[in-house]
């Protein structure tokens, strides 16, 4: 089983949709959750961070089921600009150890006019 | 002007030829990482380093090496390339001063896209 299992997708939505990306870890010990976004041929960017209670920015929705380990993207209102992958990450590391990411393969989303 | 550089952005090299590719970074940040990225699969950590003197073993380091020559400064070595060695590669930075409670932003490079023949 992989450590961050996303689907990859794609999903493809009309502008103005709203749409939904999840993602499941395996170590219950996690330390931190987070959402990349990567557009084409680009570096990875952070979108936001993932708390356990649940956190907003704007359009976008994030929740953290610490029970189920399992992340959520919530996506409003989707914009063209919103064609992207969107990546799960999960800290799976201790501070004695230093902070280590782990990456999901990513989401494709494609926003159609 | 970006903050994490990477060269080259583009090699295309033959099988057998030592790779080295470059990072640098203006961020002031102690943390340094080496990924690389494979169609389908997601970002695997090569090897990462926590300061000048402290360099660790990622998840697929063999075949690889590297040296942090500078705080800014951490290179990737492919020693004899091969044709799996293809790929698209990171570098990142991150800042220990913000990583209290196990958070890590990391800032990635534009990556170098390698092509081993």
């Known amino acids: 089983r992989k450590e961050v299992e996303q689907d990859p997708g794609p999903f493809n939505v009309p502008e103005g949709a709203t749409v939904a990306f999840n993602c499941t870890y395996s170590n219950s010990a996690s330390q931190s959750f987070f959402w990349y976004r990567q557009d084409c041929r680009k570096e990875p960017k952070l979108l936001m961070s993932v708390y356990s209670s649940g956190n907003e920015d704007g359009r976008f929705t994030a929740q953290l089921n610490r029970a189920s380990q399992y992340i959520s993207l919530l996506i409003r209102d989707s914009k063209l600009s919103d064609s992207a992958t969107y990546l799960c990450v999960v800290n799976f590391g201790r501070k004695s150890s230093g902070d280590k990411l782990t990456f999901g393969t990513g989401t494709r989303l494609a926003v159609r006019p | 002007d970006a903050d994490v550089t990477q060269t080259p952005r583009n090699r295309i090299t033959k099988t057998g030829k030592r790779i080295m590719l470059e990072c640098s970074q203006t961020?002031?940040?102690?943390?340094m990482y080496w990924y690389r990225q494979d169609p389908g699969l997601g970002l695997q950590l090569i090897y990462y380093s926590f300061d000048v003197k402290d360099i660790n073993k990622g998840e697929i380091s063999d075949g690889y090496s590297v040296s942090r020559q500078a705080q800014a400064k951490f290179s990737l070595s492919l020693e004899s390339a091969i044709p799996n060695q293809t790929a698209l590669y990171f570098c990142?930075?991150?800042?220990?001063?913000?990583?209290?409670?196990?958070?890590?932003?990391?800032?990635f490079g534009p990556g170098t896209r390698l092509t081993v023949l």
């Open positions: 961020k002031g940040h102690d943390r």
């Open positions: 990142a930075t991150s800042d220990r001063r913000t990583s209290g409670g196990g958070a890590d932003t990391q800032y």
